[in-house]
């Protein structure tokens, strides 16, 4: 029996949730060994939504309280075997961190926390690569405590940082690597590959040979 991946996606009310559609391409083409069970976005109309009706997953709108009550309502009602954040901005409370993944388009930790999301992130990288603290940026994946982007990073993908780079030009760049990674790395937490206590940063598994880690 396939895993079931419950995705939480927030999005806007005129787009995104890109990241959930290749999640849901990929399931059907064998790259993710695994069901999309249904996408939960905190807007009740807009980019997932739309998605979601087009990819004939269930869609359900999620309006707080952001709190461990109502997230475990959702995860009670879905039973996930992992559950998968992808543009997702409230803060979860209440979640199994050894199941529970982020994908983030900025090296961690130093563009993550609290307000570091989406554009933010790629204006605070070039402005650390103006002032020559980095020379790229990154996709970062982890698992996910109650602290914005902290528990244990399992995906390290570089993208390099152009001197020619507006916000919006390396914000493309990427979500290109993220498209290309997040099903690929999703599948191998999914299968067990990669894998965490939950408690320990010691803990963490990862196959032999994997070469998707910070230097």
Do not use: C
């Amino acid at each position: 029996m396939k895993k079931k991946i419950l995705v939480f996606a927030s999005g806007t009310k005129t787009g995104g949730g890109s990241g959930f559609q290749k999640l849901v391409e990929n399931s059907q083409t064998k790259v993710l060994n695994a069901e999309i069970v249904a996408v939960i976005s905190n807007q009740p109309a807009g980019g997932v939504f739309e998605k979601a009706r087009n990819l004939n997953i269930k869609f359900e709108y999620f309006s707080g309280p952001y709190d461990s009550l109502n997230y475990q309502k959702i995860i009670d009602k879905y039973q996930p075997d992992v559950i998968a954040l992808s543009g997702w901005l409230k803060l979860v409370k209440g979640l199994d961190p050894k199941k529970t993944i982020n994908i983030h388009p900025g090296i961690l930790p130093e563009l993550g926390g609290k307000g570091m999301y989406g554009i933010h992130v790629h204006k605070a990288a070039i402005e650390k690569f103006k002032a020559g603290k980095i020379k790229n940026t990154a996709v970062s994946m982890h698992f996910v405590t109650e602290k914005y982007d902290e528990g244990p990073v399992f995906f390290h993908y570089p993208v390099k940082i152009l001197e020619s780079d507006t916000p919006e030009i390396l914000a493309h760049r990427v979500n290109q690597a993220e498209h290309k990674y997040q099903s690929y790395i999703t599948n191998l937490v999914t299968q067990g590959e990669i894998s965490w206590d939950g408690k320990n940063p010691e803990s963490l598994k990862l196959p032999e040979g994997y070469k998707f880690l910070r230097k």
